[in-house]
T-cell receptor, first 113, second 110 residues
Framework: SQKIEQNSEALNIQEGKTATLTCNYT??????LQWYRQDPGRGPVFLLL?????KEKRKERLKVTFDTTLKQSLFHITASQPADSATYLC?????????????FGKGTKLGHT | DGGITQSPKYLFRKEGQNVTLSCEQN?????MYWYRQDPGQGLRLIYY???????QKGDIAEGYSVSREKKESFPLTVTSAQKNPTAFYLC?????????FGPGTRLTVT
């Protein structure tokens, strides 16, 4: 079965620095890879989607890369602020096969020092 | 405003009782999902439905049941057969791309 690993349970960085979160997966590559933000006690909120034939996607201070050779996605937040503190979830999307299902990683909790 | 509503936000039940969690969406999405989230476990798929009157089991369907009689509604029943029902339950909907999540229901069974 497909396994997803997000680099660490928690990551603390200095305010103003770039936060980099990692999502690694095994087996075959998904059609799409998605990133979500989740605040405590709330539902996840969609941030970015990247397709398997795209190398990089940007949205404001967010950047996602997708390397199907390494089976890895990196999620970057530039000039990170305390307001960015949350848990970030990576999700593999095999909807290219028509199933509409996502497989989620356990998430990385981002904090600031 | 379009979105997904889940009610109630907190729910308490005694062991052995069935309980139904509500999920309603006005986004006109065909697909709806139920997930369970436990500390350190991430989101695990319980059931999903891609169309009215049809649904499929997810990874952890045992002890749960669902119905999809209307496009807008996808209620989840946690039965007494579910061994560890205490958890945070999330409902979502989509058109096949990103998923839109509700605020969640925190169920505590004692």
């Amino acid at each position: 079965s497909q396994k997803i690993e997000q680099n660490s349970e928690a990551l603390n960085i200095q305010e103003g620095k770039t936060a980099t979160l990692t999502c690694n997966y095994t087996n075959y590559s998904p059609a799409y890879l998605q990133w979500y933000r989740q605040d405590p006690g709330r539902g996840p909120v969609f941030l970015l989607l990247i397709r398997e034939n795209e190398k990089e996607k940007r949205k404001e201070r967010l950047k996602v890369t997708f390397d199907t050779t390494l089976k890895q996605s990196l999620f970057h937040i530039t000039a990170s602020q305390p307001a960015d503190s949350a848990t970030y979830l990576c999700a593999l999307d095999y909807s290219g096969a028509g199933s509409y299902q996502l497989t989620f990683g356990k998430g990385t909790k981002l904090g600031h020092t | 405003d379009g979105g997904i509503t889940q009610s109630p936000k907190y729910l308490f039940r005694k062991e052995g009782q069935n309980v139904t969690l509500s999920c309603e969406q006005n986004l006109n999405h065909d697909a709806m999902y139920w997930y369970r989230q436990d500390p350190g476990q991430g989101l695990r798929l319980i059931y999903y439905s891609q169309i009215v009157n049809d649904f499929q089991k997810g990874d952890i369907a045992e002890g749960y049941s669902v119905s999809r009689e209307k496009k807008e509604s996808f209620p989840l029943t946690v039965t007494s057969a579910q061994k560890n029902p205490t958890a945070f339950y999330l409902c979502a909907s989509s058109t096949g791309g990103e998923q839109y999540f509700g605020p969640g229901t925190r169920l505590t069974v004692t």
